[in-house]
Structure formats: structure tokens, C-alpha cells
């Protein structure tokens, strides 16, 4: 049984596959949930999208804390976190500092050279984490 898991969102279609996936699983009322997400920092490189229109940091939080507190309110013992930084990093932080048992998250897809190039996200928490992993993988659009 599981105390604690922490239940990493990027607020894409993939959320709606990892809280599927979190469904499926059996929970008691005493296990307490996490639901995070990880504001990237800005970099550099958005500097060069300046003829696109970009979202500001306020306006991506509450995008964030709305769907957050959508999937919070089917589970009883929950609570969000929103944090910035790096992605992986910020999501094994959170399970260190909550004693997690257990990180559920999703995964882009990317394979071979993609993943090599962009990285992944999953594979480091996997590698890094100090509890289980469950990742929900989708498929490559």
C-alpha cells in the first residue's frame, strides 16, 4: 500500500492518461496525494519567440492551480504543488521532501535521437528517484 505518491502533470493531454492511470490503482483513504506541476524557468531561447505571443509566468500558474485543483477534488487526501525549475529535479525534490512512495508521470513519447537531443524527463526521474516510478506512457503525436 502506498502512504504518499506524488502525481507529476504538465497540464497537457497526458495528464488526463497519468490521472487514469493513478485511478487504477489501489488506494486507500489514508493515502495522501500530491498532485505537482513544474513551471520551467525561463531561458534564453524564449527570448527568440518574441513575434509569438507569450504567456506570462502569473497567467501559466493559475492555468496550472485550475487544472490541479480539478483533479484534487475527486481525491480526498490531496493537495498541489506548483514550483519552478527543472522538471526532473523539481519532481524528485518533491517526493524527497514528502517521503513519497511512489511518482506517477507521463511521458512525451520521444524516441531515439529525439530523446537523445530533448532529453527525457521520465528516464531521469527514473534513474534518480528514490522510491517507485510509474510512468504512463502515450504515444508520439
Do not use: W
Request: aromatic share 4%.
Amino acid at each position: 500500500m502506498y502512504n504518499t505518491i506524488i502525481v507529476a502533470l504538465d497540464c497537457s493531454d497526458t495528464s488526463e492518461k497519468v490521472i487514469a492511470a493513478l485511478k487504477t490503482l489501489k488506494i486507500d483513504s489514508q493515502t495522501h496525494i500530491i498532485f505537482s506541476h513544474v513551471l520551467p524557468e525561463p531561458t534564453p531561447d524564449n527570448d527568440l519567440d518574441a513575434d509569438r505571443p507569450q504567456a506570462s509566468p502569473e497567467q501559466l500558474y493559475q492555468e496550472a492551480e485550475q487544472q490541479l485543483l480539478t483533479y484534487q477534488s475527486a481525491f480526498a487526501d490531496s493537495e498541489i504543488e506548483i514550483v519552478s525549475g527543472d522538471v526532473a529535479e523539481e519532481i524528485i525534490r518533491l517526493a524527497n521532501i514528502y517521503a513519497a512512495d511512489l511518482i506517477i508521470l507521463g511521458t512525451r513519447g520521444l524516441t531515439g535521437l529525439q530523446r537523445v537531443i530533448e532529453g527525457s524527463v521520465s528516464g531521469q526521474v527514473v534513474a534518480e528517484a528514490s522510491c517507485s516510478v510509474f510512468v504512463v506512457k502515450t504515444p508520439q503525436e
